[in-house]
């Protein structure tokens, strides 16, 4: 289905014409017209599905539409609450691109930087706020922001904020919230918690799910090799001598892991920056637009960070670590084919991680392709043989254990029997009353 038959105002439409949108994604289809007719919203939708304009367009068009009738001052309509600093900003990014035909101000309020610039552009009064809870429970409590006129309410990557101990702050921000609204619950997968939460605060939603978890974009070439943990960065600076490999997503478990892998790429002669949650905002931001600019050719990334990226033709992406939770995986190859563009997902496992491959195949229902002609190969070839040579070791320590005991044992007795001597010369001595040579 094409944009323009989706019954928009034509403002939008031109916007993104201007934007080079044409035809409309499955979740679009399904979301934009139910949401223009003022209906709640359930969407269980991976990234890269088209989900940002799929709430954003119904929302400009109702302003839109309601602004016509009544004029006066600007008051804060729409509310969409994301995880983290990068997610709010492109989803304001988003509003601004679609809306740009429409006189609507977009602030985006996160943690991480002063409030004072946020604050002024409150102050000269806003009609959307795209938000982090922390910050945005800040500023409500300061009363620099009032809920209390929302008319739209977005919930994005509702699963991540559970990960990531918001929902707490989400929980708070809904008492806020008037009961007559429209409310929209975005999340990529749908744990009891959440479950429970969109139970609460939808009424009689639709529910659209599109690409299911289980189904991995087929348009993405998938490979692993197996690798030992210390030959990890060896074998990602042998991988990035391709110069097929134009950009790299690099994923990392841990922060600390994340620095020490650009550390050591650089150290290579490799450009790389890292994003996570130890960054400064600013630093953050300039690493993700040097990246799309092609200035660096590797970003190295938690998962929490990267949740907010969107990157378009991203070559590759490596998953350094694997992740824990099998459904990160499908979250993590999904940025190289967004917008239909095909892409490379490399994964590196280690002996230890070999069950987390396991998991990640029986999720998404399939065997991935190993690469076994690399210069690094595994030298713990298999899980059996792992165990083996730890039974064999916990019997040898077991015997190296017997054999300490019985010598201590043995010690224990020929102490006594030293001291049974010495009572004995000792008895001979009162009875002789002569002094014993000991």
Known sequence: MLIEDLNLIQPIQKALKSEGYTAATPIQIKA???????????????TGTGKTAAFSIPILQGLAQAQEKVKGNRITKALIVAPTRELAIQISNSFKAYGKNLEFRIVPIYGGV???????????????????????????????????????????????MLDMGMLKDVKKIITYLPKKKQTMFFSATMPTEIEKLANNILNDPIKIVVSPVSSTVDIIKQEFYYVDRNNKTNLLIHLLKNKDISSALVFSRTKHGANK????????????????????????QLALSNFKDKRIRVLVATDIAARGIDIDELSHVINF?????????????????????????ISFCSHSEKPLLIS??????????????????????TVEEKKKPSRK????????????????????TDSKKDESKYEKTWRKYRTNKKRPKV
């Open 114 to 160: 002063s409030q004072k610039p946020q604050t002024k552009r409150l102050e000269k009064g806003v009609e959307i706020i795209v938000a982090t809870p922390g910050r945005l429970l800040d500023l409500i409590n300061q009363k620099y922001i009032s809920l209390k006129s929302i008319e739209y309410f977005v919930l994005d990557e509702a699963d991540m």
């Open 360 to 381: 990640i195949q029986k999720l998404i229902g399939k065997k991935i392709k190993e690469i076994e002609d690399h210069p690094y190969p595994l030298k713990d070839t």
């Open 393 to 412: 070791s916990n019997s040898s320590s077991s015997k190296s254990k017997s054999s300490d005991n019985y010598r201590r044992d043995k010690k224990k």
């Open 261 to 284: 892998i650009v550390k050591q790429l650089e150290h290579n002669g490799i450009m790389a920056e890292a994003i996570h949650g130890n960054k400064s905002q600013n630093a953050r």
């Open 321 to 345: 670590d694997l992740p824990e939770v099998s459904e990160t995986y499908v979250h993590r190859i999904g940025r190289t084919g967004r917008a239909s563009h095909g892409g490379t997902a």
């Open 32 to 46: 934009i017209p139910e949401l223009l007719k003022g209906k709640d919203l359930l969407g269980c939708a991976q």
